[in-house]
């Protein structure tokens, strides 16, 4: 994703209720922070998080929390969580209050969920770092697979979409070698029997706009 300084950007989120930032002490304290005992599922790199947002209003009974590493890419979430949110109260609907945006490195995550906090994880068109020797960055690296397993219930399930081809073979690869099992894997989601109810990412529609196929595996423990 380009990245642009935006002014404020830090500032708007750290004021937001919507927001935790990364000296948020939320390891092991989900339910606290929630209010509620609902299963917790996390997507990783959410971006503007069109997704995570749609994902929040169709399950009202499972918490959602949107990761993203900068401020200037989160203000566009919350700038988007709030415009939904005022439109809503102008028309008396219930507001998303299931869902929290996280500004924290994901490198970092173990420090923020304990073991068993997180049910399922979605990773969507995950920055693909293609130089070898950048290959530990990507988010379905043997590392990070290993740290999920030490957030998620043993039930989690780990949904991973992209238009990459190579990012999406080395990452099927390594989940093999590491002993997950595949639940769906597919070359071309939005022509296949899981495109029902897919939600489409920013970057999902754009790059399938441009004719680009969507690869998509989930897998379990
Ligand atoms: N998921 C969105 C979509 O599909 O439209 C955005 C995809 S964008 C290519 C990847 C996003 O992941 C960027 O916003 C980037 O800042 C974020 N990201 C990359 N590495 C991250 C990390 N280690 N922790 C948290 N967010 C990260």
């Given at each position: 994703m380009r990245l642009r300084n935006v002014p404020g950007a830090r500032e708007e989120i750290a004021a937001s209720k919507y927001v935790l930032l990364d000296d948020a002490e939320t390891k092991g304290k989900w339910n606290e922070i929630f209010g509620n005992d609902h299963p917790i599922q996390i997507e990783i790199g959410m971006g503007k998080g069109t997704f995570i947002m749609e994902m929040a209003q169709r399950h009202p009974e499972i918490n959602f929390v949107g990761i993203e590493k900068y401020s200037s890419v989160l203000v566009r979430a919350l700038e988007k969580l709030e415009a939904i949110n005022n439109e809503k109260e102008e028309k008396g609907e219930a507001t998303i209050n299931n869902l929290l945006l996280f500004r924290m490195d994901a490198e970092n995550i173990e420090n923020y969920f304990a073991k068993d906090e997180v049910s399922d994880i979605f990773l969507n068109f995950?920055?693909?770092?293609?130089?070898?020797?950048?290959?530990?960055?990507?988010?379905?690296?043997?590392?990070?697979l290993a740290r999920y397993i030490n957030l998620m219930k043993k039930t989690g399930t780990i949904t991973f979409k992209?238009?990459?081809?190579?990012?999406?073979?080395?990452?099927?690869?390594?989940?093999?070698?590491?002993?997950?099992?595949?639940?769906?894997?597919?070359?071309?989601?939005?022509?296949?029997?899981?495109?029902?109810?897919?939600?489409?990412?920013?970057?999902?529609?754009?790059?399938?706009?441009?004719?680009?196929?969507?690869?998509m595996m989930q897998i379990i423990q």
């Open positions: 995950s920055d693909p770092w293609p130089k070898d020797r950048h290959a530990k960055r990507r988010l379905t690296s043997d590392r990070f992209t238009d990459n081809t190579d990012l999406f073979n080395f990452s099927v690869k390594t989940a093999n070698e590491e002993g997950w099992t595949f639940l769906k894997k597919t070359d071309d989601l939005h022509h296949s029997e899981y495109n029902e109810g897919n939600i489409m990412t920013e970057y999902e529609k754009k790059f399938s706009e441009m004719g680009n196929k969507i690869h």
